[in-house]
C-alpha cells in the first residue's frame, strides 16, 4: 500500500529562477569554505532571484520544499537561506504554516488516509482486536482447548491443579435484548455455576451478566475480575509462559 506519508507535495515554481539559482550556489560551493562568504559579497544573487525565494518562502513554503525543487539537501537549503541569503527563516510554532497544514490533511483524507476501508485491506489487523492472547491450552486430561488469552490460560490451569472438572463455552444463552451470550467456564463439581472471565479492559460488557442473571436466576455464575488470586508467579510471568505453551491452529494440526 502507498503510503501518504511519503506523498511529496507538487509545486510549480518558476524552473528559469532556479536555474539562475543553482548557477549561483554551486558557483559559490565549490569554493573552499572560508572563501564562500567573501565570494557571496563579491557576487550576490541577482535581486529577482533573491525577491522570488522570499516570496514563495514568504507566502508559506517551507525549506524542505524549497529545497526539493532546488534538487539540493535541506541542510544544504538552510545554508542557502540563512548564512549565505541571511532570509529570516519561521521558528517554533510558525514553522508549521496553511499551505503544509492543508496539505498534510488532504493527503489522509477519504481513500487517500492509510486507515480507509483497512479491515477490507488489512483483514488480519482485525481479527482478535479485542481479545487477548490466544493459543491452544493441554488440559490436563491430555485434550487440547481453544483459550482467548492470559486470565483464560490461567484460570484453566489453576482448575486443572485443584482437578476441578471444567467445559468450556459450553452453551450459548439468547438474551432478552436480542444478543446471545456464551460464558467461559462451567464448573461440574458439587453444585455446577458458570465462571466468567472479565479483565479490565471488558468491563463494559458487564452488562450482558446482568441480562443473564435477571433471565436465568436459577443459573449460578461468578465473574473473576482479578486473577491475580488464582497465580502463584504473578501475571506477567504467566503471560511469557502461555506465549510459549500455547499452540496455534496451525501447530496442532500437524501434531494430529
Known sequence: ????????????????????????????????????????????????????????????????????????????????????LKIKTRKGQNISTNITRKFRSERVKGNKSPWYNWPEKMPFLTKNTNTGIQGYYLRKSGKYVWLRSTWEYIYAKWLDSKNI???????????????TYRPDFKILENDTFLVEIKGSRFKNR????????????????????????????????ELKKWKKLRLSKEELKKLQ
Open 165 to 179: 472438572p471444567w467445559e468450556y463455552e459450553a452453551k450459548t444463552y439468547k438474551l432478552s435484548n436480542g444478543e
Open 1 to 84: 500500500m502507498n503510503s501518504p506519508w511519503n506523498t511529496k507535495m507538487k509545486v510549480n515554481f518558476d524552473n528559469d529562477i532556479k536555474e539562475e539559482i543553482l548557477v549561483w550556489y554551486n558557483d559559490i560551493v565549490k569554493q573552499k569554505r572560508y572563501l564562500r562568504k567573501i565570494k557571496v559579497q563579491e557576487n550576490p544573487l541577482n535581486k529577482e532571484c533573491l525577491e522570488y525565494l522570499n516570496s514563495i518562502y514568504n507566502e508559506g513554503y517551507g525549506l524542505k520544499i524549497i529545497a526539493r525543487w532546488l534538487g539540493i539537501s535541506y541542510t544544504q537549503n538552510r545554508t542557502l537561506f540563512m548564512k549565505y
Open 206 to 237: 458487564l452488562y450482558k451478566i446482568d441480562l443473564f442473571k435477571k433471565q436465568y436466576k436459577h443459573i449460578n455464575i461468578i465473574v473473576i475480575t482479578d486473577i491475580s488470586k488464582y497465580s502463584k508467579i504473578g501475571y506477567y510471568k
